[in-house]
């Protein structure tokens, strides 16, 4: 019913820039809320950025100042700008959205995209 697909990960070295976008199709009443989260080998997936659809952000510790995330919601798209990347960074992105569907809009529910690599090179 819902597809989320994202783009934009890739190898980049430390100190360069990735943007990622990810668009949310299909049988979509709205959307409350946007972000990417991210798991890296061994770890847990943890909060990178969230924004609401009144533009109210949340940013985890280790992406205040470096990442910016912004969102077209006439294209119910997310992008994530990601500056100044470091090694720890590497990991696999993954866009989530909490959204109401048509055939039933009073149950908010939760959809993930399929992942994006991020790997960041010393």
């Known amino acids: 019913q819902v597809q989320l697909v994202e783009s934009g990960g890739g190898l980049v070295q430390s100190g360069g820039s990735l943007r990622l976008s990810c668009a949310a199709s299909?049988?979509?009443?709205?959307?409350?809320?946007m972000g990417w989260y991210r798991q890296a080998p061994g770890k847990q997936r943890e909060l990178v950025a969230a924004?609401?659809?009144?533009?109210?952000?949340n940013y985890a510790d280790s992406a205040k100042g470096r990442f910016t995330i912004s969102r077209d919601n006439a294209k119910n798209t997310v992008y994530l700008q990601m500056n100044s990347l470091k090694p720890e960074d590497t990991a696999v992105y993954y866009c989530?959205?909490?959204?109401?569907?048509?055939?039933?809009?009073?149950?908010?529910?939760?959809?993930w995209g399929q992942g994006t690599q991020v790997t960041v090179s010393s």
């Open positions: 299909g049988n979509i009443f709205s959307i409350n809320a």
């Open positions: 924004i609401t659809s009144d533009a109210s952000t």
């Open positions: 989530n959205a909490k959204l109401r569907v048509r055939s039933d809009p009073l149950r908010v529910r939760n959809y």
